[in-house]
């Protein structure tokens, strides 16, 4: 079968309490279980090697509620684990306060975090690939942050989500990979200097900025049909353009323990798998486009 479309599957590690901006969970953010989220990692790793072949990312979590547990012991042998069965990790910021707001926006405390997960993992033999920031978060001034890390990577944008106070502005961006624009980060073809930081956007329909608009595989208001829906609306594009799309679909360590989401997750993958999709890490996606 051609290639249609080439996608990450991201997952982000969480707990099920957490939702500091969440008003459907009350603004929660609980305290992160860890050993079961250590347990949900390790199945999440051995259920994606057999799904798609060990080719996804997992975004390794720092925030406020939870700044470091996920960057030491036990969880780096999970990390290094994930990265022998072939996957990448990522940075992923939560900055949020809840109930009011986020820090996404502050330069030196996101310059200070990033920075010192990114070393965190680097200094331990866990290299991180690139950046995601929660609840699609990414300021202005990421961009050069990330490029003096070497962090050439960043998949935060969820096209057509448009929330400034999250520092969460997509509206416009392209449906596919493309190299962020030094001057707006929603630039695809323009005239102004590319970064050296490739944007690989979450898989969306092109309709808004809603949950069900985009790939968010686990989302509490997301549903098969619709996924699938989306999916095929992206290789639509591919047949139109001529051009491989190159994406991303999220879903999150909690899904190994919630049955309803799991079964979501396993038939959406025989979806991409029956429909033009081929499973790519971040690195491989960047080679991908690179070498187009």
């Known amino acids: 079968m051609e290639h249609l479309a080439y996608c990450v599957p991201l997952i982000d590690v969480t707990w ?11 603004y929660s953010v609980g305290t992160p279980p860890l050993a079961l989220c250590h347990e949900e990692i390790e199945k999440m790793t051995e259920l994606m090697k057999k799904l798609v072949g060990g080719r996804f990312t997992f975004a390794a979590h720092t925030g406020t509620y939870c700044r470091d547990a996920f960057l030491k012991e036990p969880f780096l042998g999970l990390w290094r684990n994930a990265l022998t069965a072939g996957a990448e990790v990522l940075v992923h910021t939560h900055e949020e306060i809840a109930g009011k707001g986020t820090l996404y926006g502050d330069k030196d ?7 010192c997960a990114y070393r965190t993992l680097s200094d331990q033999g866990v290299r991180p690939v690139g950046y995601r920031g929660g609840l699609y978060a990414y300021a202005p001034f990421m961009t050069e942050l990330l490029e003096s890390l070497g962090l050439f ?72 049909d619709n996924l699938n829906r989306i999916w095929d609306t992206i290789t639509g594009r591919a047949r139109n353009s001529g051009t491989p799309q ?16 799991l079964e979501r ?28």
């Open 246 to 261: 190159i994406i991303h679909f999220l879903v999150h360590t909690i899904t190994a323990s919630n049955p309803s989401m």
């Open 16 to 26: 099920a309490e957490f939702g500091p901006l969440n008003p459907r969970k009350n």
């Open 265 to 292: 997750l396993l038939r959406f993958v025989d979806h991409i798998d029956a429909n033009g999709g081929t499973y790519v890490t971040p690195t491989q996606a960047k080679s991908i486009y690179d070498n187009a």
């Open 109 to 115: 405390h996101m310059e200070q975090v990033v920075e």
């Open 153 to 224: 990577i960043d998949m935060s944008a969820a096209p057509g989500v448009n929330e400034p106070s999250k520092q969460a502005t997509w509206a416009g961006a392209p449906y596919s990979a493309y190299y962020l624009c030094r001057v707006d980060k929603t630039h695809g073809e323009c005239g102004d200097e590319r970064s050296k930081v490739l944007e690989i956007p979450l898989g969306a329909d092109g309709f808004g900025g809603e949950q069900r608009n985009v790939l968010y595989v686990d989302g509490d208001l997301q549903d098969l």
